[in-house]
């Protein structure tokens, strides 16, 4: 019989390993993509005019909820009151770790479902790789991470679809339910609510500082932990009688999103800049010109809408966030009661803005 070596094995198998670790930690997937992010999505602009029909616009009475106002998910009424909630959202590698970049990307599609007010069912994923250029190795690591969200979720990753891309690309379909009554739209907003902010702003600047080999040691940590934390908070506040809308802050910055709100529910809106709250670093990493391209295609897009901001403030408010904070409306009388649902959740707020009567501009910044 032949006689096997247990301990040149051994060194064999360990060799192997530490290999791949090597391996892993050598791949900087953000040099494998053109963007970052939510920060690869199409300008708000350019997105109305792809999405301008010359097709007949059929009804259908069920569904609560399409794309007239830009809303988060799709609402389907069952008519039991509940609805169905469908969503989708997948991006490009923000971060070099792949395990790291899978998490971010499955919090960010999660954000959807509880923005309007629900919870999410389950999920499948939605995946791109250049099998020529990545292995198989790191690409498992992708999915891995987005199978640690949904199970913190609670939900399960129960498929998806692949293909061959020139960049890697990862998110999910996420399907959800929501009680009609505590159904969240952009259309809902009111005169004379508070503004509330869940998440600091900033990512987009500290995600463009590590592209371009700026970050220092230590930087990028608070904004991971931030595009790591599910907003599941969502769901709760949608139950207070105070909360009259949500959406999460993604890809067209707070004032983006809050133009949407704004112009589907036909009132305007003050940010209050100085309460806006900022990563650690954002402004260090801005005035080295550490500026995503998203953030100027926002402000092109509404610009226009928005009242005359310095430079700082341009540059910041349009920044393009990736699983970014919910942006919430609160009537003044409910606040009260909805500071403390977040402060039990373990967040410390301070309205940002109000909601005031339609005028010239969609939003003031003051």
């Known amino acids: 019989m032949p006689r096997f070596n247990i301990a040149l094995e051994m060194d064999i198998i360990a060799a192997i390993i530490t290999r791949k670790g090597k391996i892993m930690e050598s791949v900087k997937l953000t040099e494998y993509s053109h963007g970052a992010g939510c920060g690869c999505k199409i300008s708000p602009m350019l997105l109305d005019e792809i999405l301008t029909t010359t097709r007949k616009n059929i009804l259908y009475p069920q569904l609560l909820v399409g794309h007239a106002n830009k809303d988060d998910a799709a609402a389907y009424d069952l008519g039991n009151g509940t609805s169905v909630l469908s969503t989708t959202d997948f991006f490009m590698p923000i971060v070099d770790d792949a395990f790291t970049f899978g998490q971010i ?54 498929g998806g679809h692949s293909i061959d891309s020139p960049e890697p690309i990862f998110g999910l379909a996420v399907t959800g339910m929501v009680e009609n009554k505590n159904l969240m739209q952009n259309s809902n907003g009111e005169e004379n609510c508070l503004i509330f902010l869940t998440k600091p702003l900033g990512i987009g600047i500290l995600s463009t500082a590590q592209k371009q080999k700026k970050i220092q040691e230590g930087h990028i940590e608070p904004a991971i932990k931030a595009m790591t934390t599910l907003n599941k908070i969502g769901a709760e506040f949608a139950q207070l009688e105070g909360v009259v809308t949500m959406t999460d802050v993604t890809g067209f910055g707070l004032l983006g999103h809050l133009v949407e709100i704004c112009e589907a529910s036909h009132v305007s809106a003050k940010i209050w800049f100085d309460k806006v709250p900022l990563l650690p670093n954002v402004e260090m990493y801005r005035q080295l010109g550490c500026i ?32 970014g904070g919910l942006l919430v409306l609160v009537k003044k009388e409910g606040v009260d009661v909805f500071l403390d649902v977040a402060k039990t959740a373990g967040l410390s707020l301070e309205a940002i803005g109000e909601t005031i009567a339609k005028s010239e501009v969609a939003v003031r910044v003051l």
């Open 105 to 158: 990307a499955a919090t960010n599609a999660l954000s959807d479902i509880y923005a309007m007010g629900g919870k999410p069912l389950m999920a499948i994923s939605i995946f791109g790789w250049p099998i020529e250029k990545l292995s198989a190795e790191v690409a498992r690591a992708v999915i891995d991470g987005g199978r640690s969200i949904c199970e913190a979720a609670g939900i399960p990753l129960a």
């Open 292 to 323: 995503p391209g998203g953030a100027r295609k926002n402000f092109l897009s509404y610009g226009s809408k928005i009242s005359q901001m310095s430079q700082q403030q341009r540059e910041i408010l349009c920044d393009a966030q990736t699983s």
